[in-house]
T-cell receptor, first 112, second 113 residues
Framework: GNSVTQMEGPVTLSEEAFLTINCTYTATGYPSLFWYVQYPGEGLQLLLK?????DKGSNKGFEATYRKETTSFHLEKGSVQVSDSAVYFCALSDSAGNMLTFGGGTRLMVKP | SAVISQKPSRDICQRGTSLTIQCQVD?????MFWYRQQPGQSLTLIATANQGSEATYESGFVIDKFPISRPNLTFSTLTVSNMSPEDSSIYLC??????????FGDGTRLSIL
């Protein structure tokens, strides 16, 4: 079956530091890949997505590239802010777009 | 994207009681899903809510414990029955349309005493 593995947190960074959160996946077929973010006390928000190999998703300074050869979808941001403190979830959907499989989540804490 | 309203946003319940959570969408959607997020954990799919038929439950979840209704394309309910402290979680509704990404409500934060 499908699975998603994320680096464990928490990740603690200083403001303006570079961020990488690793995500690898196992899936059959051609899944779509997503990053969702959960701010404290809120639900999940879609951060970015990629639907095929070599696609790059980007939003709010965050980027992730769909790498089929390494089955990865690492999240990066060049300069984090305190307001980026949240839990980040990597996820994939099956080829039909129905089932979402989530990674374990990575908590990011950014200090001023 | 669809606007999803979940009610209640939070509740504190006594063990042995049941609570029904509502999910309302501002447009017709093909798929509606219910997830559970236990404290400090990731999301686990409980079931897919099917319009006009019984929900499709994932392994480890049963209809007697989590009955689900979906009377139309914009509304669904999840009931958490005979609650115990282990049911303390965030319950989230999400919606999907074909290959579009799923969008989530703000969740219901449930604590059982």
């Amino acid at each position: 079956g499908n699975s998603v593995t994320q680096m464990e947190g928490p990740v603690t960074l200083s403001e303006e530091a570079f961020l990488t959160i690793n995500c690898t996946y196992t899936a059959t077929g051609y899944p779509s890949l997503f990053w969702y973010v959960q701010y404290p006390g809120e639900g999940l928000q879609l951060l970015l997505k990629a639907t095929k190999a070599d696609d790059k998703g980007s939003n709010k300074g965050f980027e992730a590239t769909y790498r089929k050869e390494t089955t990865s979808f690492h999240l990066e941001k060049g300069s984090v802010q305190v307001s980026d403190s949240a839990v980040y979830f990597c996820a994939l959907s099956d080829s039909a777009g129905n089932m979402l499989t989530f990674g374990g989540g990575t908590r990011l804490m950014v200090k001023p | 994207s669809a606007v999803i309203s979940q009610k209640p946003s939070r509740d504190i319940c006594q063990r042995g009681t049941s609570l029904t959570i509502q999910c309302q969408v501002d447009s017709q959607v093909t798929m509606m899903f219910w997830y559970r997020q236990q404290p400090g954990q990731s999301l686990t799919l409980i079931a897919t809510a099917n319009q006009g038929s019984e929900a499709t439950y994932e392994s480890g979840f049963v209809i007697d414990k989590f009955p689900i209704s979906r009377p139309n394309l914009t509304f669904s309910t999840l009931t958490v029955s005979n609650m115990s402290p282990e049911d303390s979680s965030i319950y989230l509704c999400s919606v999907g349309m074909g290959l579009q990404p799923q969008h989530f409500g703000d969740g219901t934060r449930l604590s059982i005493l």
